[in-house]
């Protein structure tokens, strides 16, 4: 404790704050990042081992796409943080999408989905990518008749659907629940969150404070998932027209060019960034709130250029870097024939 107010006495001199209204502040600062320890399943979902067993199949399963080619890894690799590392992938037509895929991290406390909230619940969600043409360009009819071919599945869902066997409505369950197990592991900043002083570099410390004082990043990237889950317009140029959240709510100024706070949780292996992918590193993120924020009527009012020197940039990268968790490795399975 001594030393973590010592450190902090030392952060408030750096960031020229007076240090000791500083060390009450930051001590309430981490405690808003502290990780749940539980994921809270839906009434109508509960978590059962053998549920998510069947959605990872489904999840790794090319016959749920018109072509048997595609699955939802396609563009959510494990490898990349649940994303790929293109600005936008290529789905069934094999032409790119209008957005990025987004990380499917911390699924579970995030919602609406999708980068214009289109979607409330993870289930109705999947539905999207497994029958859009441009996606997997599925049916539901030609994936039950598959899945049907197989006794394995078959045995499966009949053992956890004993009423109604291989429906749409399962497989969409089964994807969901097995989305809700996948979590960011734990990074060096939630250990440094739960007293390992060591965790963590000095210079990600003073990243830490700049993202929640000079560089208003904690605004809208808040608690342990760094997102509010709503929508903004930060002032990003435009590169091709995209409406954002203005083609679900457009009597709102604010929706036009707005997207859903990104989580900013394991980085580094998820690059490139923001809806259209267009910004290739966290040094052209950083650059964007420093120089880029383009000022129009939608912009976000909790937005505007910051000023940070060499130093509290690098810092700020620094402690953006300590939210990258170790890899962890994700085992394939088997998909029954
Ligand atoms: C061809 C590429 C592609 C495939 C295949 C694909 N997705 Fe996606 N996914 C995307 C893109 C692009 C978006 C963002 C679209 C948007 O916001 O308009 C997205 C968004 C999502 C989101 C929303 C995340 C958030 O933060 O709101 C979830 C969840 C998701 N996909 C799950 C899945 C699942 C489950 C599958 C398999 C059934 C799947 N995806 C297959 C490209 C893909
Ligand atoms: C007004 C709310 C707001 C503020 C303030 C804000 N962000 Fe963001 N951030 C967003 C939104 C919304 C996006 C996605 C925007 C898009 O793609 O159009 C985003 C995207 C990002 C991304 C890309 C993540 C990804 O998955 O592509 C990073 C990294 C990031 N912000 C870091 C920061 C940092 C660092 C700061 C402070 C200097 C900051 N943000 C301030 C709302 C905000």
Not at 31 to 60: C, D, H, N, W
Not at 67 to 80: D, I, T, V
């Amino acid at each position: 404790m001594r030393n973590f107010l010592k450190l902090i006495i030392g952060l408030g001199s750096l960031t020229g704050f007076p240090a000791l209204c500083f060390a009450g502040d930051a001590l309430t600062l981490k405690s808003q990042y502290k990780r749940p320890l539980e994921i809270k399943f839906p009434k109508t979902a509960p978590y059962s081992p053998q549920l998510v067993t069947l959605g990872k199949m489904l999840f790794f399963d090319p016959r749920l796409s018109g072509k048997n080619n595609l699955n939802c890894a396609s563009c959510h690799n494990p490898s990349f943080g649940y994303e790929v590392p293109v600005k936008t992938p290529i789905g069934a037509t094999l032409t790119p999408l209008k957005r990025q895929a987004p990380t499917l991290l911390n699924m579970a406390w995030v919602a609406p989905l999708f980068w214009d909230g289109r979607a409330e619940t993870l289930e109705e969600q999947a539905a999207g990518p497994i029958t859009h043409p441009d996606e997997m360009g599925g049916e539901f009819e030609t994936i039950i008749k598959r899945l049907s071919k197989s006794p394995e599945y078959k045995k499966f869902f009949h053992y956890l659907f004993p009423q109604t066997g291989i429906t749409r409505e399962n497989i969409l369950k089964a994807i969901a629940t097995y989305e809700r197990t996948i979590i960011a592991g734990w990074a060096p900043f939630d250990k440094w969150i739960e007293g390992d002083e060591t965790a963590i570099s000095n210079a990600a410390k003073r990243g830490f404070i700049i993202f929640n004082g000079a560089g208003k990043c904690a605004t809208c990237h808040s608690g342990w998932n760094f997102t509010d889950n709503k929508f903004h317009d930060i002032g990003l140029e435009i590169i091709e027209k995209d409406l954002g959240r203005a083609e679900h709510e457009s009597n709102n100024v604010f929706a036009e060019n707005a997207f859903k706070t990104p989580t900013l949780r394991n980085l580094s292996h998820r690059s490139p960034f923001m809806h259209n992918g267009h910004l290739k590193s966290l040094e052209d993120v950083v650059d964007h709130y420093i120089s880029g924020v383009i000022d129009r009527p939608s912009t976000s009012p909790s937005i505007t250029n910051v000023t940070l020197s060499i130093e509290q940039k690098s810092d700020l990268i620094a402690f953006l870097k300590s939210l990258t968790a170790e890899r962890q490795d994700v085992s394939m399975p088997i998909l029954p024939n």
